[in-house]
Each structure stands twice: as structure tokens, then as C-alpha cells.
């Protein structure tokens, strides 16, 4: 993503799932809707095409249980933009335990050079093909969603610690 090209408000991108949480926001921020879960899978799916990251926070306040879904972008997320800034330095945000790989069918657009908010991905010393910097890649996916010709995968990366388990969160949401 470019400087700016953020979506227009109203900014619904951010989520909270399940009490206490959801209810507090209600209570506290005018500008907070309650939604169906269609709803918000229509939310993720339309931040995904615009290229954002789903982020999904755990606050150690709350015994690390799952209240949120931001879906970021580097040019208006901090936690991005201060991941990028220090190179990682700071661990501020945790990898999704998997990381992207080129196949042979890249033919070197640079799409996915662009769309990569963690700037993890750059053309190879020869400017053809892209490469993948492992070490900056949080294996958001966003792109394999944008590759025209469907040459980006990601694969398990256990040094990227333990993917989550979407069923066992779901099962904690009261």
C-alpha cells in the first residue's frame, strides 16, 4: 500500500469480540456498532482485498484472552509503522508462524513488493524476480492474496513461533 490509501471513514476495520470487551466499547464510544458475525466476515474479507493485515489482540490484563481484530495497513497502523521503523527490534507484534515463498510461476510484476506492509519482499540483485526477506516477513499473506499468477504461498515456519488456532479462540469468546 501507498502513503494514504487508506479507506475513506467511516473506519470500520477494527473489531471486538466478546464481553467484557465489546460491551465496554459500547458503552464508552458513540461511534461503536454492534454487527453480525456476517457482518464482520465481511469486514475481514473486504480489509484483505485492500491489502490489510488481520492483527488479532490478547491483553496480558485479561488472562491473554482474544478481544480484538484490527485490520491495519503500514501507512495508519502504529504497531506497523514502529515494526518497520526499528526492523523488528522491538517485539511489538508477534509473526503468524509461517512465512512467504516465491515459485518458479513469479513473473516478477512486483505487485506483492508494494502490497508488503512489512517491506519484506524486494526484486533479487537482477531486478526479475522477487525475493522473500524471512526474517522481516510476519506471514500476514496479503501477498499471496495480491499475486496475479498465484506464485506466493506461505509455508509453516516453526522459527516464527506457533500459527493460532482460530477454534480454540472461538471456544474462549463467551
Not at 47 to 55: D, N
Not at 68 to 88: D, Q, V
Not at 155 to 167: N, Q, V
Request: glycine content about 10%; aromatic content about 8%; some cysteine.
Amino acid at each position: 500500500l501507498s502513503e494514504g490509501s487508506c479507506l475513506p471513514p467511516p473506519y470500520e476495520i477494527c473489531l471486538f469480540v466478546g464481553g467484557p470487551f465489546a460491551s465496554f466499547i459500547a458503552e464508552e464510544n458513540p461511534m461503536f456498532r454492534k454487527i453480525s458475525q456476517d457482518e464482520a466476515v465481511k469486514i475481514l474479507e473486504s480489509a484483505h482485498e485492500k491489502g490489510f493485515v488481520h492483527t488479532a489482540y490478547f491483553k496480558r490484563e485479561t488472562a491473554n484472552r482474544f478481544i480484538a481484530i484490527c485490520n491495519c495497513c503500514s501507512c495508519c497502523c502504529a504497531g506497523i509503522r514502529m515494526w518497520n521503523l526499528l526492523e523488528g527490534a522491538v517485539p511489538i507484534m508477534a509473526p503468524s508462524g509461517y512465512v512467504s515463498q516465491i515459485s518458479d510461476e513469479c513473473s516478477g510484476c512486483g505487485v506483492c513488493v508494494d502490497a508488503c506492509n512489512f517491506k519484506a519482499i524486494n526484486f533479487d540483485e537482477g531486478g526479475e524476480r522477487v525475493v522473500v526477506n524471512s526474517g522481516k516477513c510476519m506471514g500476514c499473506g496479503v501477498c499471496e492474496g495480491v499475486c496475479p499468477v498465484g506464485a506466493i504461498s506461505l509455508r509453516r515456519e516453526p522459527s516464527k513461533g506457533e500459527p493460532l488456532d482460530i477454534e480454540e479462540l472461538m471456544s474462549r469468546v463467551p
